[in-house]
T-cell receptor
Framework: KNQVEQSPQSLIILEGKNCTLQ??????????LRWYKQDTGRGPVSLTI???SENTKSNGRYTATLDADTKQSSLHITASQLSDSASYIC?????WGGGYNKLIFGAGTRLAVHP | GAGVSQSPRYKVAKRGQDVALRCDPI?????LFWYQQALGQGPEFLTY????????KSGLPSDRFFAERPEGSVSTLKIQRTQQEDSAVYLC???????????????FGEGSRLTVL
């Protein structure tokens, strides 16, 4: 079973609309949870990083929330733009193992924004 | 350069050939990671370097995979006797800190897409 699961697998929305992507994880304990944006054919780019004690973090039109009790995170995109079309990946950094950042990635949600 | 640079961007190999993928991290970054990303999936950890030391290679799928970073900067991921299941995008990421970006940022390259025929 994947330690980081995302839903939906894919999503189509109209330009200007809002959307929310979900992430459920079982990694425990963890240092931080991140959301990355990955454009087709490019490497992932960090959007937000939240420690286990943070509930929310914003980056422009992107707002991530974290509920460590239920092990859930969400990424809310406001007033979507065509350039938001990408895969959005939830990533958890476990506290255990080596003292370095052995990230665990979800499979991503593929978002398509249509005009 | 300003970012993490990977080459080649695309590589097509016949089954059984050896391939070498190069990663040039951001100058001065201590930590370097290799990830494998299958189509439609998230990246999966392969190996981690702290300077020239390979501290973790637990994600390498078989002994056909070998990575090195001899001078603590450029890294090479080598795959011997390639198989079709090796087809994937290989991502390199670097981070300035010793903790490998545990509390900070990982910077990814654009990846090398390997197709094994």
């Amino acid at each position: 079973k994947n330690q980081v699961e995302q839903s939906p697998q894919s999503l189509i929305i109209l330009e200007g609309k809002n959307c929310t992507l979900q992430c459920n994880y079982t990694v425990s304990p963890f240092s931080n949870l991140r959301w990355y944006k990955q454009d087709t054919g490019r490497g992932p780019v960090s959007l937000t990083i939240m420690t286990f004690s943070e509930n929310t973090k914003s980056n422009g039109r992107y707002t991530a929330t974290l509920d460590a009790d239920t092990k859930q995170s969400s990424l809310h995109i406001t007033a979507s733009q065509l350039s938001d079309s990408a895969s959005y990946i939830c990533v958890v950094s476990p506290s255990w193992g080596g003292g370095y950042n052995k990230l665990i990635f979800g499979a991503g949600t593929r978002l398509a924004v249509h005009p | 350069g300003a970012g993490v640079s990977q080459s080649p961007r695309y590589k097509v190999a016949k089954r059984g050939q050896d391939v070498a993928l190069r990663c040039d991290p951001i100058s001065g970054h201590v930590s370097l990671f290799w990830y494998q990303q299958a189509l439609g999936q998230g990246p999966e950890f392969l190996t981690y370097f702290q300077n020239e030391a390979q501290l973790d290679k637990s994600g390498l799928p078989s002994d056909r995979f070998f990575a090195e970073r001899p001078e603590g900067s450029v890294s090479t991921l080598k795959i011997q006797r390639t198989q079709q299941e090796d087809s994937a995008v290989y991502l390199c990421a670097s981070s300035p800190g010793l903790a490998g970006g545990r509390w900070g940022e990982l910077f990814f390259g654009e990846g090398s897409r390997l197709t094994v025929l």
